[in-house]
């Protein structure tokens, strides 16, 4: 549970030995952030479900504690659901219905997504391609796909140029006071009023990785502000 919070999940309940967590609501980053938020959050889950797996293995308990996880983004409602005498905040819908079959459909210590969540979370998550699934109330098969982990972005920003993507480069910097200081010097960046030491650092980061991936660069504009 601290995990869901961590992320800033929603802990709807606790049903035996599953959790529902639910993200966007009372609070959203918006649709793409609550995705990579809830993917986040469950790799830290099974990540700490397998460090504990090998402390309880060194204190003598030899039988496994595993778990799998379901994740799908959709449309649901959510709201205090019940009576006069009891009500619950809570999610409904078929979102939530397709979640656990996700969940059912998914190995164990695996998280199986759907194509929605895939979608929104693909430029940060890296995932498998695995079978279609049939969902009672959805007249299509669903899509499914298996996380992997954490992309590499810059192995996925180098795939992207390989594929004939472009890389815009915009740096822009507050230069406070006007004019340039008494030991400008153009040729030493150390003199220059808009990089501090981090940005230089930040500067020098970037000319590396161009230099390393051998990225061609089409073109440099600067402003005359810029020189």
Request: glycine share 10%.
């Amino acid at each position: 549970s601290n995990i869901a919070i961590k992320w800033g999940g929603t802990i709807d309940k606790f049903i035996g030995d599953a959790i529902l967590v639910f993200f966007g609501d009372p609070k959203t980053k918006g649709k793409e952030e609550d995705a990579v938020s809830c993917v986040s959050m469950a790799i830290e889950m099974l990540e700490k479900l397998d460090s504990l797996r090998s402390t309880w293995r060194k204190k003598g308990l030899a039988k496994p504690l595993n778990a799998r996880i379901g994740i799908h983004t959709g449309v649901c409602t959510v709201g205090n659901f019940g009576s006069e005498d009891r009500l619950d905040y809570t999610i409904i819908g078929n979102g939530v219905n397709l979640a656990s079959r996700l969940e059912t459909s998914s190995e164990v210590n695996k998280i199986l997504l759907s194509e929605d969540t895939y979608l929104l979370v693909r430029n940060k998550i890296a995932c498998k391609k695995k079978k279609s699934i049939n969902v009672k109330g959805i007249s299509y098969p669903v899509q499914t796909y298996e996380v992997s982990g954490f992309l590499d972005l810059n192995k996925n920003l180098l795939n992207q140029l390989d594929d004939g993507g472009k890389l815009i480069f915009i740096r822009h910097a507050y230069a406070p006071g006007g004019g340039d200081p008494q030991n400008f010097n153009l040729n030493d960046c150390s003199t220059q009023r808009n990089l501090n030491n981090e940005g230089r650092k930040q500067a020098q980061y970037i000319g590396e990785f161009f230099k390393k991936n051998k990225i061609k660069i089409d073109k440099v504009l600067s402003s005359e502000w810029c020189r």
